[in-house]
């Protein structure tokens, strides 16, 4: 081969090679490989999600949530019974549950729809009793009225507690049993993050579409997308009662011995 023709040939293999680069960079410019179409058809640039600053770490809560305890006062909290103000015992950055005749349940003076949940529980270190009478109290996803209306997941020591498994912490009570059950020993701070699709009814009370919980218990899925199929009732079938938006509610279990406590709750609102 001639000297010309090394160099002609070299020319048309690095000019081959460049082509070959340029097509598989695939540049934004909407340049089309035969057959594959324009990545840019399927791009969408529009509407840019709202920036959201973190917590220092992910228990904490970010930017656009709403801190309904932070363990300072229960300012954000009432008695369910009378709307009047929140009589559980704030103490050590924690809210305490108060058992004590004619206290009861609380829940927040905001209500919600749907929403992300983020809260922290304790089954006291000495607790008593067994079966569901051990460390009981339960957050309401939705409190539709006096008592324990509504639909609660379960607050419960469930570490080597044996009781019905549709009532074991994690469990949305009566309804769902948990996927498994990851608790940690009495004395252990626990978390529930939840996300809660509320029910939807028709002007006449119809259920247009169901409530759907899903729920991570220590930072592991115990209910994924769960369907409710109405209020969690200690007794009978659940049924449901329209709401529109309705308070998050701390159950007052009253069992004996020492109370359940709270902690580092926030909620993000999704409407
Ligand atoms: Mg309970």
Not at 30 to 52: F, H, I, L, M
Not at 67 to 87: C, H, I, M
Not at 255 to 262: C, L
């Amino acid at each position: 081969m001639s000297l010309s023709k090394v160099c002609t040939f070299a020319a048309l293999i690095a000019a081959s090679t460049l082509l070959s680069a340029q097509q598989a960079a695939a540049p934004q410019g909407g340049a089309t490989r035969r057959g594959r179409g324009n990545p840019r058809d399927t791009e969408v640039w529009e509407p840019v999600p709202s920036v959201v600053t973190p917590g220092a770490d992910n228990a904490l809560p970010p930017s656009d949530a709403i801190v309904l305890f932070d363990g300072k006062n229960l300012d954000e909290w009432v008695q369910t019974r009378d709307k009047s103000p929140a009589q559980w015992v704030v103490r050590d950055g924690a809210m305490v549950a108060n058992n004590a005749r004619g206290v009861g349940n609380i829940e927040t003076k905001r209500a919600f729809r749907n929403y992300q949940l983020h809260i922290e529980w304790k089954i006291p270190e000495d607790v008593m009793g067994a079966d569901q009478g051990r460390g009981n109290s339960g957050v309401f996803l939705a409190s539709t009225g006096g008592g324990d209306s509504g639909y609660e997941l379960q607050v419960l020591d469930s570490y080597k507690n044996t009781t019905y498994v549709n009532g074991q912490a994690g469990s949305i009570y009566k309804q769902g049993i948990p996927l498994v059950n990851p608790s940690r020993k009495p004395g252990e701070w626990q978390s529930y993050d939840v996300v809660w699709t509320a029910p939807v009814f028709d002007a006449d009370g119809t259920v247009k579409t169901p409530a759907y919980a899903t729920v991570f218990f220590n930072g592991v899925l115990v209910q994924n997308h769960f369907e409710l199929k109405g209020e969690t009732l200690y007794i009978g079938a659940p049924t449901y009662k329209k709401y529109d938006a309705a308070p998050i509610k701390l159950q007052a279990h009253g069992d004996p011995g020492p109370p359940v406590s709270f902690r580092n709750i926030w909620v993000r609102k999704l409407d």
